[in-house]
């Protein structure tokens, strides 16, 4: 478990081999550099899960966090969902309009459906 400034992360890397990260607190100026550093650190080369259930606030350091994991799960060719279904969660990223550019799934459930679907074959030239 990896705790500071009211930010609690707790990680289980399960059979299939999917990594799954369930977060709670405020994700605020203060709080998204925890979630910075456990997703800079922690993350390994597994497809992962970032579960945003237990997060009582998401500000815009927060969002920035999950545009960054974003950029970096590309490049490192990790999929990986963001689970949230709430209004802390979910309404700043609609009002932001990352909802399109986010893997935002509704529960860790079809997170997982939705990573272990075969990856689509990369178009040939």
């Known amino acids: 478990m990896h705790t500071l400034n009211d930010v609690r992360i707790e990680a289980e890397l399960r059979q ?6 369930r977060t709670a607190g405020e994700l605020d100026a203060l709080g998204a550099p925890v979630l910075r550093d456990y997703l800079d650190t922690g993350l390994g080369t597994s497809d992962f899960v970032l579960d945003l259930e237990d997060v009582t606030f998401l500000g ?21 969902a963001v689970v949230g279904s709430h209004r802390a969660v979910t309404r700043p ?24 679907l075969p990856r689509p074959a990369a178009a040939a030239h």
Do not use: H
Request: net charge negative; aromatic share 4%; charged share 20%.
């Open 60 to 80: 815009s350091s927060g969002l920035q966090v999950l545009l960054d994991t974003d950029a970096a799960a590309t490049r490192r060719g990790q999929r990986w």
């Open 93 to 116: 990223i609609e009002l932001t309009g990352l909802a399109g550019l986010l893997p935002l799934r509704p529960d860790v459930p079809a997170a997982i459906s939705w990573l272990t």
């Open 16 to 21: 299939d081999g999917i990594l799954l990260a």
